[in-house]
């Protein structure tokens, strides 16, 4: 199999935020366009992870992740950032974050990108979408099996998770 194009991931350059419990809009916005600039698009979640995280908050709780989610439909509402929401094998629902795939206005809607260091989790299925759209361009008739075998080698993955088999059904079953 012939080597997938791609671009290397490129993690933000971490630096101190403000706090994610009580950071303005104008500061939630200056954080978020930074690491959307590097990182983006990615998941909304995955966003409110490493902002917060910067500002010294290691685990995002329900009301801190709601607040998080005020300031980015808001910056959506001023045409900061765009949103699209995916169907994910691992969402509860339209209204939850981590089918939120987010960018800036000027961004690719898709990029395909090695891991970095993202959890396999945090890749947007439309990334893994025209990964496997591009494996299967190289072979139509190859199967599934095949297909996770090719996913886990871009990613330089060694197992077959359960994570990994529900994300790419998911993929299989919503985009082709």
Same mark, same amino acid.
């Given at each position: 199999?012939?080597?997938?194009?791609?671009?290397?991931?490129?993690?933000?350059?971490?630096?101190?935020?403000?706090?994610?419990?009580?950071? +303005?809009?104008?500061?939630?916005?200056?954080?978020?366009?930074?690491?959307?600039? /590097?990182?983006? #698009? *990615?998941?909304? @979640? $995955?966003?409110?992870?490493?902002?917060?995280?910067?500002?010294?908050?290691?685990?995002?709780?329900?009301?801190?992740?709601?607040?998080?989610?005020?300031?980015?439909?808001?910056?959506?509402?001023?045409?900061?950032?765009?949103?699209?929401?995916?169907?994910?094998?691992?969402?509860?629902?339209?209204?939850?974050?981590?089918?939120?795939?987010?960018?800036?206005?000027? +961004?690719?809607?898709?990029?395909?990108?090695?891991?970095?260091?993202?959890?396999? /989790?945090?890749? #947007? *299925?439309?990334? @893994? $979408?025209?990964?496997?759209?591009?494996?299967?361009?190289?072979?139509?008739?190859?199967?599934?099996?095949?297909?996770?075998?090719?996913?886990?080698?871009?990613?330089?993955?060694?197992?077959?998770?359960?994570?990994?088999?529900?994300?790419?059904?998911?993929?299989?079953?919503?985009?082709?």
């Amino acid at each position: 199999m012939t080597q997938i194009p791609h671009t290397p991931f490129t993690p933000w350059t971490e630096r101190p935020t403000a706090d994610v419990r009580r950071a +303005s809009q104008a500061q939630y916005m200056h954080g978020f366009t930074e690491i959307l600039a /590097a990182e983006g #698009p *990615m998941q909304a @979640l $995955a966003l409110f992870q490493t902002y917060g995280k910067a500002s010294g908050v290691m685990k995002l709780a329900a009301p801190v992740r709601k607040l998080c989610e005020r300031a980015l439909l808001a910056g959506v509402k001023a045409g900061e950032i765009i949103l699209e929401k995916e169907e994910d094998s691992e969402i509860d629902g339209p209204d939850d974050s981590v089918g939120w795939i987010v960018r800036l206005p000027d +961004s690719p809607r898709v990029i395909v990108r090695d891991l970095g260091n993202r959890g396999f /989790a945090d890749i #947007p *299925m439309s990334e @893994l $979408a025209a990964l496997v759209l591009e494996i299967r361009t190289q072979d139509e008739f190859m199967g599934r099996e095949d297909i996770y075998r090719a996913v886990l080698d871009h990613y330089s993955l060694q197992k077959l998770t359960a994570l990994v088999r529900r994300r790419l059904d998911k993929v299989l079953e919503v985009y082709f």
